[in-house]
């Protein structure tokens, strides 16, 4: 990926839960290594979603601070793309939503549809495990 290797600015954020990102659990598909994409910023979908109605999203007031919390307070107005990612594709769509939901133009938002299941299972990808430092523009 472009953005991993420095060849392309963007910022990449893992939606996948934070145990998972860090590689502190197995993945529930064999085979896979564990950890994030360097530089990866971690925003767990479920933090997106209305804790008395998980089929709703929260409020743009509530992700914004969702986005503020996770140290990616950034991702909505930066106009670097932002590639989302979680474990196969599907719930990196949850991201794109919730950011049109805060304003952010959809066409700079884009899916990484092969996710950790197309990154993990490589053995040549980079991997980092743990949590993300954050950097001094955060």
């Known amino acids: 990926m472009d953005i991993i290797d ?81 474990g196969s594709g599907a719930t990196a769509c949850a991201l794109v939503a919730a950011l049109e939901l805060c304003g952010r133009d959809r066409s700079g938002t884009h899916v990484y549809d092969g996710s950790w299941s197309e990154w993990g299972a490589e053995q040549d990808t980079p991997i980092v495990k743990g949590a993300r430092e954050k950097e001094s523009s955060e």
């Open 6 to 86: 420095g060849t392309k600015e963007g910022i990449i954020v893992d939606v996948r839960a934070g145990e998972r990102y860090r590689g502190e659990v197995e993945e529930p598909r064999p085979g896979m290594r564990l950890g994030h994409m360097p530089g990866a910023r971690n925003v767990p979908f479920t933090d997106l979603l209305n804790p008395n109605n998980p089929l709703q999203f929260k409020s743009k007031d509530e992700l914004l601070e969702v986005f503020k919390q996770a140290g990616a307070a950034d991702i909505v107005s930066t106009p670097l793309p932002v590639i989302a990612s979680c």
